[in-house]
């Protein structure tokens, strides 16, 4: 009985010893995320080691004293963090006996988070289909970064470890790869651009470049009727770079006539030519010119735009896009049965009277 009884309790200081070194593992794996800091780093990595099973309810956490040395952290910052950590709920205090695992759900008081770039029409309906796929039992917190990194930045900087999931529309930075790396992979959802954060980010993303280019293939028989087609895009515009190149490419496979132009010009609108924008403020100012000027769209020039909706369908006019509202539809199932998700959505033709 005597060497039963100090048998087990050999056993339980090597399972509290292999406990708390694995916590503290978790906690240092953090430590090459640029934009998670100390405290951020300790609150995640006791999160991680629950989901990753290193530890369960019950279990004992290192002490104050053991995670300053093993961590070289101060004492406010550990303090600190055990504190959220007991307000969530996730870990419990036991008078002169430490803090311990308390809950085993370590999403139950969080939300999800959802980062646009704005509420476009073809936005909206992803939007719309990800909130009804989330249902009424998941609340949902919704921002706009418009495409500003430093805005991008500062909301990564509000939201980070608070919610359980991170569903983002990327912008195209130098800086993005490394604030996205400031989440955990198995929170993170990229939807509409992707970015090359790890192999094992979900996703649910458009591709432009060949896609782009398809489109456009399968348009040049009709391009060619023209006398020429203008695409209108600034430099300065968060429309993907990746079409620019395309264009230039069709242009020169099938040796059609076409130029890129910065912007378009109230009234320029010409009889024999096709105008292609990715700008509804310009498709509008087009639609409208050629009314001014009895110009028939489809028939005495012709008009492509990109992002389909509602609006376009019923006047008529020729677009190519993703199909946003199936984007968030799948998006949000993925996020609620926690499945993996790696998908490159198709762009899709919609040949209607302007083109």
């Not at 609006?311 to 509202?325: L, M, N």
Request: glycine residues 6%.
């Amino acid at each position: 009985m005597v060497e039963k009884a100090a048998t087990r309790c050999l056993f339980l200081i090597w399972h509290k010893k292999f406990i708390m070194n694995g916590i503290i593992e978790e906690i240092k794996k953090l430590a090459d995320v640029p934009t998670f800091s100390k405290h951020e780093r300790f609150v995640q990595g006791v999160i991680n080691a629950i989901n990753e099973k290193v530890v369960a309810p019950g279990d004992p956490m290192p002490s104050v004293n053991t995670l300053i040395k093993e961590l070289s952290y101060s004492r406010e910052t550990v303090v600190k963090a055990y504190k959220e950590l007991v307000t969530r709920g996730i870990v419990e205090s036991q008078f002169r006996q430490g803090y311990y695992i308390a809950n085993g759900n370590t999403e139950q008081t969080l939300t999800v988070a959802l980062l646009m770039y704005n509420l476009d029409t073809f936005e909206e309906q992803f939007y719309r289909n990800f909130r009804h796929e989330l249902g009424r039992q998941v609340q949902l917190n919704t921002y706009f970064h418009h495409g500003n990194i430093e805005i991008f930045e500062t909301i990564l900087a509000q939201v980070k470890g608070k919610f359980g999931m991170y569903v983002i529309a990327p912008i195209p930075h130098k800086k993005t790869k490394d604030l996205l790396a400031g989440i955990p992979a198995n929170k993170l959802l990229l939807f509409d651009r992707f970015e090359n954060v790890n192999t094992e980010v979900n996703h649910i993303t458009q591709e432009f470049e060949q896609s782009s280019y398809n489109i456009f293939s399968q348009l040049a028989d009709r391009i060619a009727g023209f006398k020429e087609i203008i695409f209108y895009h600034s430099p300065n515009s968060l429309d993907p770079k990746e079409i620019v190149s395309s264009f230039k490419r069709f242009l020169k496979d099938f040796k059609l006539r076409g130029r890129i132009e910065e912007e378009y010009k109230e009234g320029s609108v010409q009889d024999g030519k096709v105008y292609f924008t990715l700008d509804n403020f310009a498709l509008w100012q087009i639609m409208r010119d050629c009314k001014h000027k009895n110009l028939i769209p489809g028939t005495d020039v012709g008009v492509l735009s990109s992002n389909d909706e509602p609006a376009k369908e019923i006047i008529g006019i020729t677009t190519f896009s993703a199909d946003f509202a199936d984007m968030g539809k799948k998006a949000g199932q993925a996020v609620m049965s926690k499945e993996k998700l790696q998908e490159t959505v198709p762009m899709l033709l919609f040949r209607r009277n302007t083109l």
